[in-house]
C-alpha cells in the first residue's frame, strides 16, 4: 500500500510540468471564457442578435455541406486508393496529404490566384466568353468556401479512411458476389455497413472543423458572408469592446464543435467495439 | 452438373507480386456431377488460381471452363452460380449466423419469411439452430465453417468449390469436419473442387485427387490409384510416404539399388533403363532375425530411428550390407523405411517383388 502511494505520488511529481502547462495556457483561459460568457447577460444577448443568430444557421450549414462533400470525394478517393499496390498508395498518400500542411490563408491565396478576379482559370474561361466578375463571383460566395474547405478537409478523409478500406477482406465481397451479387450491390451490403462508423466519425470530424474554422473564409469573403468564426475573429480583432458577448460566442462555437466531435468520439468507438470483438 | 476445364493458361500480370502464386499451363480437368475431386500440391502449384478461375475470379488466357456444359468465358462470378466456402470462411461479422446464410436467398429475391424458414432448415441441418441469433465472431472456427457451408449451399448452387477450408482449424476439429463436409456433399449430390494442401485430407475425402506442380496438372486419378501407382517420383513423394530409390534396370525382374539389388514382379522395362523405384513404408516386412532366410529383397541391418506413432510405428532400416562399416555402424547409404505395430528389437526386413513399383519419370528433378 505505501509502495503503492509512493508511485502514485512520483508519478504526478512527474506529470506536474504537462499539467502545469495544461492549466495555465488551456483550463484557465477556458475557464475565464466560460465564467465571461455565463456572468451577465452576454449568452442571453447572444440568442437575441438575429445578426448572430443567422451566423450560427450559416456556420452549420457551411460545416454540414462542406463537411458532406468532403467525406463523398474522400471516400471515393480512398475506395481506389485502397484497390492500388502498397507501393504506389504510400506514394499517392505523400502528395494527398500536402495540403493538410498549409495554412488556411496559403489556401485561399492559392483559390484567388486560380479562380479569383484575374485568376489563372478565370482569365482561360474568359477567353472563352465567360464573364469574369461571374466566375469570381462564385469564389466568394459561400459555395466557393465549400470549394476551398473540401480542398483541405477531403485529405483528412481520406487518412482516416484509407487504412479502413485497405484492410477490408475483399474475399467478403467476393463471397457475396458469388452467391449471386452485383459489385455495387456487395459493396453496399457487405462493406458499407461495416464502414459507416468510420465515415461517419470522418463526417463529424470535418464538419466539425468547417464549423469553426476561420482563416480561409477570412481571406475569400472577408466580412461578406456571416459565419460565426468571422464574426467571433472581429468581435476580438477590431471592435473589442464586447467581450462578454465574444465569450458567450466562443462557448456557443465551442459547445457546437465539441458535440461533433463527440458524435465522431462514439461512433469511432462503437465501430472498435465491434471490431476486437470479431 | 459438372465441372469441365480444358487446357487451362493463366499468369499473373508481373506488377500483381509474387504471393499472388504461380500460373497455369495446360490444365484439363473433369469433375462428373455429384463427384468430390480434390486439388492438392505445394504451395504456389496453381490450386487456388484454378479454383479463382473457375470462381470467375479472375479470367482464364487459355483454354475453357464449362460448368453443366455451359461455356463459361465472359460469364461473370455472380452469374456462374456456384457454392464457394472461402480460407478464412469470409462470413459478413455484422450479420447474424442466420441473415448470413439466408443472405443468398436474399439476392435472389426470396421474401423474407420464405428465406428465413430455408435458412432455418439449412442451419438445423448443419447443427446451427441454437446458434442463428450470434454474430460470427461470437463462433468457434468449426461452427463459422459450418455456416460458411450452409450459406454455400442454401441457394442450390451448380457446383461447390471449397478453398482450404479447414486449414484454419485445429487438427482434432479438422478430421471433423472433413467427414461433416463429406456428408454434406453427398446428401446434395453436388460436383465439388476441394483445394488443399494437406494430402491426407484429400485422399480421404475425395473419389478423386488431382496433384498440382508448378502450375501444372501431374496426376488425377480415384485415391487408391493415386497412392498405388503415382505418375511420377513427385506424386510419389507428396502423396502419403515413400522409399524412392534410385534404380537401374539389371533384369526383367530386378534392379540394382543404392541398397542393393532389388527383385521386382516382372517389369518390361529395357535394361540399362534408370528409374526410381518406389516402396511404401507398410509394404516392407518385419522378420525375425533368423526367419525365412531364403526370401527374395531380405536385408539385415539395424534400426537407425525410431518414431513411435500410437497405433504405428515408423522405423529407418539401414542395411548392414551397405556402406563402410566403421566402428560397428554403417556409414552412408540410404536406409528403408518402414511402418510395423510390433514393438520388438528389428533385424531383418523383407520387401516383397510385388510392392517395388518402378516410376518412369519425366519430371525426376525433385
Known amino acids: 500500500m505505501r ?56 456556420s452549420t450549414w457551411l460545416g454540414l455541406i462542406a463537411g458532406l462533400v468532403a467525406v463523398v470525394l474522400g471516400t471515393v478517393v480512398a475506395l481506389h486508393l485502397a484497390r492500388l499496390p502498397p507501393g504506389r498508395r504510400a506514394l499517392v498518400q505523400v502528395a494527398i496529404a500536402l495540403p493538410l500542411t498549409f495554412s488556411g490563408l ?23 466568353g465567360a464573364d469574369p466578375a461571374t466566375v469570381a463571383q462564385f469564389l466568394y460566395s459561400r459555395w466557393g468556401l465549400v470549394l476551398a474547405y ?48 468510420t465515415v461517419f466519425a470522418a463526417f463529424a470530424l470535418v464538419a466539425a472543423v468547417a464549423f469553426g474554422t476561420y482563416g480561409t473564409a477570412l481571406a475569400l469573403v472577408g466580412s461578406q458572408i456571416n459565419i460565426l468564426p468571422l464574426r467571433l475573429y472581429s468581435m476580438v480583432a477590431d471592435a473589442g469592446s464586447d467581450f462578454p458577448l465574444a465569450a458567450a460566442s466562443s462557448v456557443v462555437l465551442l459547445a457546437v464543435c465539441s458535440l461533433l466531435m463527440s458524435v465522431a468520439e462514439i461512433a469511432a468507438a462503437r465501430s472498435e467495439a465491434r471490431h476486437v470483438s470479431a | 452438373m459438372s465441372i469441365q476445364v480444358e487446357s487451362l493458361g493463366f499468369h499473373y500480370a508481373p506488377s500483381h507480386g509474387a504471393k499472388q502464386g504461380a500460373g497455369l499451363e495446360g490444365i484439363s480437368l473433369d469433375i462428373a456431377p455429384g463427384e468430390f475431386c480434390a486439388v492438392i500440391g505445394p504451395s504456389g502449384c496453381g490450386k487456388s488460381t484454378l479454383l479463382r478461375l473457375i470462381a470467375g475470379f479472375l479470367s482464364p488466357e487459355k483454354g475453357r471452363i464449362r460448368i453443366g456444359g455451359e461455356d463459361m468465358a465472359g460469364v461473370p462470378a455472380r452469374r456462374r452460380n456456384l457454392g464457394i466456402v472461402f480460407q478464412n ?24 419469411a420464405e428465406r428465413h424458414r430455408r435458412a432455418g432448415e439449412a442451419a438445423e441441418r448443419t447443427r446451427l439452430s441454437d446458434l442463428a ?46 467427414d461433416e463436409i463429406r456428408a454434406v456433399q453427398r446428401e446434395h449430390g453436388i460436383a465439388t473442387l476441394h483445394v488443399t494442401h494437406d494430402q491426407e485430407e484429400a485422399l480421404s475425402i475425395a473419389d478423386r485427387v488431382a496433384v498440382m506442380r508448378g502450375g501444372r496438372l501431374l496426376q488425377h486419378a480415384t485415391p487408391h490409384e493415386l497412392y498405388d501407382h503415382p505418375a511420377d517420383r513427385f506424386v510419389a513423394g507428396f502423396v502419403g510416404h515413400a522409399n524412392l530409390l534410385a534404380a537401374k534396370v539389371t533384369a526383367p525382374d530386378e534392379v540394382s539399388t543404392p541398397v542393393g539389388p532389388l ?78 505395430s510390433s514393438r520388438e528389437a528389428i533385424t531383418a526386413i523383407a520387401i516383397p517383388p510385388a510392392a517395388v513399383h518402378l516410376l518412369t519419370d519425366p519430371s525426376s528433378t525433385s
Do not use: C, W
Open chain 1, 3 to 58: 509502495h503503492a502511494t509512493a508511485t502514485t505520488a512520483r508519478n504526478l511529481g512527474l506529470a506536474a510540468p504537462g499539467l502545469l502547462v495544461l492549466g495555465i495556457f488551456f483550463l484557465l483561459p477556458l475557464a475565464t471564457v466560460v465564467v465571461s460568457a455565463f456572468s451577465g447577460d452576454a449568452m442571453r444577448r447572444f440568442f437575441a442578435s438575429a445578426e448572430l443568430l443567422d451566423a450560427l444557421v450559416n
Open chain 1, 106 to 128: 496559403i489556401i485561399a491565396y492559392g483559390f484567388i490566384l486560380v479562380l479569383g478576379r484575374a485568376g489563372f482559370v478565370t482569365l482561360l474561361l474568359a477567353k472563352l
Open chain 1, 150 to 197: 473540401t480542398y483541405y478537409l477531403s485529405p483528412r478523409v481520406i487518412l482516416m479512411l484509407l487504412p479502413v478500406f485497405a484492410n477490408f477482406d475483399v474475399r467478403q465481397i467476393e463471397a457475396a458476389e458469388s452467391m449471386g451479387a452485383s459489385h455495387p450491390r456487395a459493396l453496399l451490403d457487405v462493406m458499407a455497413p461495416q464502414v459507416a462508423p
Open chain 2, 89 to 112: 470462411y469470409a462470413l459478413f461479422p455484422h450479420m447474424s449466423v442466420l441473415e448470413n446464410i439466408a443472405y443468398p436467398l436474399k439476392l435472389r429475391g426470396v421474401p423474407r
Open chain 2, 133 to 178: 441469433d450470434r454474430l460470427p465472431s461470437q463462433l468457434s472456427g468449426g461452427q463459422q465453417q459450418r455456416v460458411a457451408l450452409a450459406r454455400a449451399l442454401v441457394f442450390a448452387p451448380r457446383a461447390l468449390l471449397l478453398d482450404e477450408p479447414l486449414s484454419a482449424l485445429d487438427a482434432a476439429h479438422r478430421a471433423a469436419m472433413r
Open chain 2, 263 to 340: 527383385r521386382t514382379a516382372p517389369h518390361g522395362q529395357p535394361l540399362g533403363a534408370t528409374l526410381t523405384a518406389m516402396i511404401r513404408p507398410e509394404a516392407v516386412r518385419v522378420l525375425a532375425a533368423d526367419a525365412e532366410p531364403d526370401l527374395p529383397n531380405r536385408f539385415a541391418g539395424h534400426v537407425s530411428r525410431d518414431r513411435f506413432l500410437g497405433s504405428l510405428r515408423r522405423f529407418d532400416f539401414s542395411v548392414a550390407a551397405v556402406g563402410k562399416t566403421m566402428g560397428g555402424k554403417t556409414v552412408g547409404g540410404e536406409p528403408i523405411v518402414g511402418e510395423t
